[in-house]
């Protein structure tokens, strides 16, 4: 089984740029197969990579609902979604790129979700590691979308209310069961004293990962519609995500040096 990434946190603290920065440094450091798993209904993963979205698992699911005669002759509904479902992977040399995407019209996710964790886990079997950008909030978890995760990147801006957003986040998983190998708080975009942020974080219990500094050059790429991997290497947020997933993440006993 893949060893799993999953990236929550509250909407607009950072959660899809640092998803795309560890998808990068695992292709960088690790030897090993990567799938990168957008499953934010407001998907832009794929923007944040530099890549092409590709068809949706949502719009797979509702082409298929839509149209009575899209299942060849001879096929099972459920092999058919693999099938499309494989064939709407974005491949790269690097790694694979699998987009949820969103319902056109109003309805549940529910059956979305559920096909998605099936997939998921069957997709893991074919590679040594999954990170999961998920959407804002705590819906997706409470969706149960995933039943394990190795690492739970819990993404919080500079704030005392994000801090305690990461930890309902936290909580609900705990709350749901969700099988969490490790947990870790990333306090992204600072830019003032971070001792409010610390001293939140211990009251909290959080294991506190690392503070990355607000870097302008990121809201320049996205104004120039650029993926956000144009960020150098040497660019100080990037050092220190870098940095921290090495020394305190267990996935770091897996680099090759």
Not at 85 to 113: I, K
Not at 167 to 174: E, G, P, Q, V
Not at 214 to 228: A, G, H, Q, T, Y
Request: aromatic letters at 4%.
């Amino acid at each position: 089984m893949g060893y799993v990434i999953a990236v929550a946190g509250k909407g607009g603290t950072g959660k899809t740029t640092i998803s795309a920065f560890i998808i990068d440094w695992l292709a960088k450091e690790l030897k090993g197969t990567i799938l990168a798993s957008d499953a934010d209904p407001n998907s832009n993963l794929a923007d944040a990579l530099g890549l092409k979205e590709g068809e949706t698992i949502v719009g797979i699911l509702e082409g298929i609902a839509n149209s009575t005669d899209t299942v060849p002759a001879g096929m099972t509904k459920e092999r058919y979604i693999d099938l499309k479902v494989q064939e709407s992977l974005v491949e790269t040399p690097r790694f694979d790129l699998l987009v949820m995407g969103r319902p056109e019209g109003p309805g549940c996710y529910c059956y979305a979700n559920n096909v998605l964790r099936g997939i998921i886990e069957k997709l893991e079997k074919n590679y040594d590691y999954i990170v999961m950008d998920n959407e804002a909030g705590m819906e997706h978890l409470s969706r149960r979308t995933r039943r394990k995760i190795d690492l739970l990147l819990l993404v919080s801006d500079a704030t005392v209310v994000g801090i305690r957003s990461a930890k309902r986040i936290l909580d609900l998983a705990n709350e749901l069961e969700i099988e969490i190998t490790k947990s870790t708080l990333l306090v992204n975009r600072s830019i003032l004293d971070v001792a409010p942020i610390k001293n939140e974080a211990k009251k909290l219990g959080l294991d506190l990962l690392e503070i990355l500094p607000e870097d302008p050059r990121i809201n320049e790429l996205k104004i120039e519609n650029k993926s956000v991997l144009g960020l150098t290497q040497d660019a100080e947020l990037r050092t220190l995500l870098a940095e921290a997933l090495k020394k305190r993440c267990p996935v770091a006993k897996k680099i090759v040096h």
